[in-house]
């Protein structure tokens, strides 16, 4: 694994994670005082140095031997290797003392040479072992795989120390506000991953579980599947390359040759046991505690010089100070106006002291939206006035009032009239359609927003306040009806000269004949309409008499209903004017139609009489002797009338 690879993995695990110092193993591995400069009196120029100062003191070399010492100590006690050593010495002696006659193990008494040849055949035959290998390779294993999560459980010390510097100079700064609004903004990404975890994040999790103070702090390591990948790399190639480097020395470099066994030998000559040689103190030597020791020492060394070789520490470091302060970079970025607002306005320092964490988001998005609207000058104003403040107390969606330009002051004229219903005049939009000054009080207000629909509202609100009143005095079932089918127009008239001058029961019927029958609306309009029925004794009869004229008629049923009008209007129960109005037209063609067919009646009984009167002349020849035969006729005129009288 390259030092780029791992320091990308760092850098990665470090852009979401921070996590609180907390000891690990027998040693103390609480975060460090700041050994430059206090951080809350950094500059801002300096906080990366002061970061990569702090992250440096972490990861010192031989703070992380220390830490592999103590790793190898325990694992090789888990292990039981003690036990394995013993077993493989007493094997290889035996194997050795096997291959060995008399008089080598007799020599070995006195000859430094043949007992070290006689070593080192054992040393090689024990630890050459597949017993010992096997074991070797399992504390290899566990050694680097409890590395790498001692190395997270460092590199989180480093980042925690490294954000607490960078909380100490916020808070000193800027606001403590400020300070745990970083704190907060980290642990809810903690939070994210303990309610919904998943399998990337196995090993963070168990580091919480086993470490639950740690969530107490500044934040949490947070791991990434590029994590465990590396874990995986990391925990190979140190173990592989350790297991090789450390069989390759044992045999020589790992082995106390303590001069006593020579010179023992001598002084303690056993002419009985001078057969065994050398071999009984080989053995002893090899399983005291001080060899043993020895061993741990070797692998604790290996280990620590293998991860030198796979990291650059320095390098790590420096990539924990950068990600450290890439964080705050972001936060200045997404907070930078807040913090420059709080390090030259104090009273807006005092405001944000005093702003919840929770509620630091809601302040940064109306300095935001204010100054965007109305610039900086007019947010100083606001500040001084107090007005800011006042802003800040009111709901979220206030803030669309301000991204259309409703001036703050307004906003808050608004919000004194409406109450606890602010947010529904902002959801209705009825600041866009009219002003505070509209309404005489919060319940006429209410009379409006009770409506709860935008465009009711905003046809509502064409009205002036004396029309408004008197729809809105409608039963509810009537006022949405009225709004919803009659044009602004038709609503103002409507209200204007009848809904203000009729009492209550009247309007009801008028407003119900009105959403029952569209076409009376055009006869409601005529003058003589609405004067008649203002002056109407029986309201009701005369709108439905109104109302039976808007339908389409055939001249028969005209002629039928002007007949059956007569009567009220000869009984004064109907205006003559308004019978005249609706029945004039029809009665004038009926009596058009009268006079014409009595003037047809006449002239034709006239025709009639003159022709009856005229004179008929009718020639009549006649013999002039009957008697005689032949005789020339006799010519004769009768007139008619004559005839007439004649028979």
């Known amino acids: 694994m390259t030092p780029r690879i791992a320091n990308a993995f760092l850098a990665t695990l470090l852009l979401f994670t921070i996590v609180p110092a907390r000891p690990t193993f027998a040693q103390d591995t609480s975060p460090v005082p700041y050994t430059f400069q206090e951080c809350d009196q950094v500059e801002e120029a300096r906080l990366r140095d002061e970061l990569n100062g702090i992250t440096q003191s972490i990861f010192e070399p031989e703070k992380i031997r220390l830490e592999i010492a103590a790793i190898v100590d325990r694992k090789w006690a888990e292990l039981d290797l003690d036990s394995t050593v013993d077993e493989a010495v007493d094997a290889a002696v035996e194997k050795a003392r096997s291959e060995t006659d008399w008089w080598e193990r007799v020599k070995s008494n006195w000859s430094a040479d043949t007992t070290k040849e006689l070593t080192e055949k054992v040393a090689t035959y024990a630890f050459a072992s597949e017993s010992f290998v096997t074991a070797v390779n399992q504390l290899s294993e566990s050694i680097a795989s409890e590395l790498v999560d001692e190395l997270r459980i460092m590199t989180a010390k480093s980042a925690s120390s490294a954000l607490q510097c960078v909380q100490a100079f916020i808070g000193d700064t800027f606001s403590q506000t400020m300070a745990a609004v970083l704190e907060e903004q980290i642990q809810d990404r903690i939070d994210e991953i303990v309610v919904d975890p998943d399998p990337e994040n196995a090993t963070i999790l168990d580091i919480i579980e086993l470490h639950p103070e740690l969530l107490s702090g500044v934040a949490v390591i947070v791991g990434t599947q590029l994590a465990k990948r590396f874990a995986a790399k990391m925990v190979q190639n140190i173990a592989g390359k350790v297991i090789v480097r450390i069989l390759g020395k044992l045999a020589t470099s790992a082995i106390p040759l303590v001069g006593w066994i020579i010179g023992g030998g001598l002084i303690v000559w056993d002419v009985i046991n001078a057969g065994e040689g050398a071999f009984p103190q080989i053995r002893n030597s090899l399983q005291e505690d001080q060899t043993k020791a020895e061993l741990r020492k070797q692998i604790a060394n290996e280990v620590h010089a293998e991860l030198l070789a796979e990291m650059d520490l320095t390098e790590l470091s420096r990539s924990v100070s950068n990600d450290v302060y890439s964080q705050w970079q972001e936060f200045r ?315």
């Open 333 to 647: 970025r997404k907070y930078g106006r807040v913090l420059e607002l709080a390090e030259t306005n104090s009273r807006f320092q005092g405001i944000l002291d005093n702003t919840p964490v929770e509620e630091v988001k809601k302040l940064a998005d109306f300095v935001s939206v204010v100054e965007a609207k109305l610039g900086s000058t007019r947010l100083e104003s606001l500040l001084d006035r107090g007005q800011f403040e006042r802003l800040l107390a009111l709901p979220q969606n206030v803030l669309e009032m301000l991204e259309l330009g409703v001036d703050p002051d307004i906003v808050i004229e608004w919000a004194e009239l409406a109450g606890d219903s602010i947010e529904l005049l902002i959801a209705t939009e009825l600041y866009r359609v009219a002003s505070p000054s509209d309404f005489r009080d919060r319940a006429d207000l209410e009379r409006v927003l009770v409506l709860n629909d935008a465009e009711l509202i905003q046809k509502a609100m064409l009205l002036d306040r004396e029309e408004r009143d008197a729809v809105l005095a409608l039963p509810t079932v009537h006022i949405e009806q009225v709004l919803e089918k009659l044009s602004p127009e038709e609503l103002s008239w409507l209200a204007k000269e009848y809904l203000t001058k009729l009492n209550a029961q009247v309007i009801n019927v008028l407003v119900d004949r009105v959403l029952r029958e569209p076409e009376l609306i055009a006869e409601l309009g005529v003058e003589l309409v609405q004067v008649t029925l203002l002056e109407s004794q029986d309201f009701e009869e005369t709108l439905d008499y109104i109302i039976l004229k808007t339908g389409d008629r055939t001249w028969a049923g005209q002629v039928i209903e002007m007949l059956s009008a007569i009567r009220p209007a000869l009984s004064s129960e109907l205006s003559w004017a308004l019978f005249w109005h609706y029945e004039g037209a029809a009665l004038r063609n009926t009596l058009y139609a009268l006079a014409g067919l009595l003037a047809l009646t006449i002239l034709w009984r006239r025709i009639m009489s003159r022709r009856q009167r005229q004179d008929v002349n009718v020639t009549v020849v006649l013999p002039e002797n009957r008697g005689s035969g032949g005789s020339d006729p006799v010519h004769k005129s009768v007139d008619d009338h004559s005839s007439d009288e004649s028979g």
